[in-house]
């Protein structure tokens, strides 16, 4: 089963705010961050990870 990057993330990120409840900065910071290493050239270590 293959899962997109951004769909992993934003699970990931309301997972996040409904059990740990972090301030909102720092999901957005998280959120921000995965969207920009899944356009950088760490892509294919994250996606190997996710795709395993």
């Given at each position: 089963?293959?899962?997109?990057?951004?769909?992993a993330i934003a699970v990931t990120?309301?997972?996040?705010?409904?059990?740990?409840?972090?301030?909102?900065?720092?999901?957005?910071?998280?959120?921000?961050?995965?969207?920009?290493?899944?356009?950088?050239?760490?892509?294919?270590?994250?996606?190997?990870?996710?795709?395993?």
């Amino acid at each position: 089963m293959e899962i997109p990057l951004w769909l992993a993330i934003a699970v990931t990120g309301v997972l996040g705010i409904k059990l740990i409840r972090p301030p909102w900065w720092l999901v957005a910071l998280l959120l921000l961050g995965g969207y920009l290493i899944a356009d950088s050239f760490l892509s294919p270590a994250v996606d190997h990870v996710i795709n395993k």
